[in-house]
């Protein structure tokens, strides 16, 4: 049996695998890592960390998708 964890994300909680990354978690949400400016328990990541992070369990995230425009 697996071991599920509970985070919030942008105010939402959600149930994630056990081991899984901020990395795993924003590309099944249709995020690319590198395209998403991420805030983990009140401190930003740079952009090579989400796959580096470990998700656990009552993390709190903030996500904001990167737009280019003008």
């Given amino acids: ?3 599920q964890l509970t985070i919030t994300a942008n105010g939402r909680q959600f149930t994630v695998l056990a081991g899984s ?6 590309r099944e ?3 690319t890592p590198g ?3 991420v805030e983990h328990n009140g401190q930003a990541l ?9 998700l656990l369990n009552g993390d709190r995230l903030e996500i904001v998708r990167i737009v ?3």
């Fill in 1 to 3: 049996m697996s071991l």
């Fill in 21 to 26: 990354t901020i990395g795993d978690f924003l």
């Fill in 29 to 31: 949400r249709g995020f």
């Fill in 35 to 37: 395209l998403a400016v």
């Fill in 46 to 54: 740079t952009p090579s960390a989400p796959d580096r992070t470990p």
């Fill in 68 to 70: 280019a425009g003008g």
